[in-house]
């Protein structure tokens, strides 16, 4: 197999974000130490996160993110989100883990040349770390990060859709909720992008997502 350019250009993402998480979670694990030292209750739950929202359309880069979110905020063109996440977490501790699906409909959008439209939907599944830097106060702001798959289905004149393989896709995301219960409710939003190498294509793709979050304790 060839290494191109664009290979060692995904690869160098990958590497990046997860050195990212790497610091982030040693930068962390003091904070926690010292918490757990002082005796302060973790109270780990096994949490229900659904979540729902619209995709963030035209990313090209990370720093397309916040402006197209913006676009969103003014009537742009956008389309209906919604999934799933099941964490091992507790907003009293710095290090969490998360299991995440996500599914945006089929929806119209500019394909990578710009030169005509595709009729795309998207599915993905990840792997979490959350960090919660500011743990243990009632509004509280977060990090994402994790790694997993993805799948778009491509819907041609006829409405036959043909499917992608899954393929590797990092997330990276932030996050904000706010404490609606001792339980462990709580009602949040998250930004999330997903890249992946899209099917042979010459950039990295990116799949960002504005949604709002509410936590279920189970257990």
Excluded: C
């Amino acid at each position: 197999m060839t290494i191109t350019t664009d290979d060692r250009k995904y690869r160098s993402i990958i590497l990046q974000t997860f050195s990212l998480l790497l610091v982030l979670a040693l930068t962390a694990l003091p904070a926690q130490a010292q918490m757990q030292g002082q005796g302060d209750s973790d109270d780990v739950t096994l949490t229900l996160i659904p979540r729902a929202g619209v995709s963030v359309p035209g990313v090209a880069g990370f720093g397309d993110i916040f402006t197209q979110v913006g676009e969103v905020f003014q009537g742009g063109p956008t389309s209906i989100s919604g999934g799933l996440s099941l964490g091992y977490e507790s907003r009293e501790r710095v290090l969490n883990g998360r299991l995440t699906g996500i599914y945006r409909r089929k929806t119209t959008i500019p394909t990578f040349t710009g030169s005509t439209k595709a009729d795309i939907s998207y599915t993905a599944i990840t792997a979490d770390l959350v960090v919660r830097p500011l743990s243990g106060i009632v509004v509280q702001p977060y990090l994402i990060a994790g790694v997993g798959a993805h799948k778009l289905a491509y819907y041609g004149s006829q409405s036959a859709a043909i499917s992608s393989d899954w393929e590797l896709a990092v997330q990276t995301g932030l996050g904000l909720d706010v404490q609606l219960h001792e339980s462990g409710y709580f009602l949040g939003v998250e930004l999330l992008d997903y890249l992946a190498n899209v099917a042979d294509d010459a950039d990295i793709g990116h799949s960002a997502f504005l949604t709002v979050t509410v936590g279920i304790p189970l257990f």
